[in-house]
């Protein structure tokens, strides 16, 4: 563990937000384990860190009620549905944009299910964030967006976008505006300094590169 994670854990453990570290992904599920219990209600928002880990095919395993958005066939008005339900949920299994050395956590959404439930809701919400995700502060947050999640989520999404064609935001700055796209994924940002419950937020750091 290097010093940047070790600074980054100890500002969320002061702002409330427990954190946990594993070298590699594979060891990701057995500390999952430990933080959910055999019948509990689980959902997950989106999320190419919680593939890579193997996090979507365990949940799958029978042990918890999942409320699974991946199932083949599913219309809109089902997974509206499961994105509803999922705010009821025991515990709501994510990634994060971004993290700060301060111990912020910085999401943008599209449709916004996704930073609703991490702001409120579920009982418990585990993030599963590489290291490449790590930032010094704020400003390198939304610059992290603008540069790399947001424009490679945008092609993964087939999002008529600027930064899915030019692989950056239109303000390839820390600016806000710009995106006139009615795909933009862009449209809600939450930066979340701190929770007043303990151990509801639990971030699992892994000493790899995950996700966007």
Do not use: W
């Amino acid at each position: 563990m290097n010093e940047k994670v070790k600074t980054t854990m100890k500002a969320l453990e002061r702002n409330n937000i427990s954190s946990y570290y594993v070298d590699k992904k594979e060891e990701v599920i057995p500390l999952v384990e430990t933080l959910i219990k055999e019948g509990d209600t689980v959902s997950v928002g989106g999320s190419m860190s919680l593939f890579e880990c193997g996090i979507i095919d365990y949940l799958r395993c029978g042990k918890y009620e999942f409320f699974d958005r991946y199932v083949d066939g599913l219309g809109g008005a089902e997974i509206e549905k499961i994105y509803r339900a999922s705010f009821d949920a025991d515990a709501y299994f994510c990634s994060s944009n971004a993290v700060t050395e301060n111990g912020e956590l910085y999401n943008v959404d599209g449709n916004s299910n996704r930073v609703a439930a991490i702001a409120y809701g579920p009982r418990k919400v585990i993030m599963v964030v590489g290291i490449n995700k790590i930032v010094k502060d704020i400003d390198e947050a939304v610059l992290r967006v603008k540069r790399i999640a947001a424009p490679k989520n945008a092609v993964r999404l087939h999002c008529n976008t600027y930064c899915a064609k030019e692989g950056h935001c239109v303000k390839n700055d820390a600016t806000f505006d710009g995106c006139a796209s009615k795909d933009r994924l862009c449209i809600n940002r939450l930066i979340t300094h701190g929770q007043r419950q303990k151990e509801r937020i639990n971030v699992i750091f892994v000493g790899e590169s995950l996700g966007y």
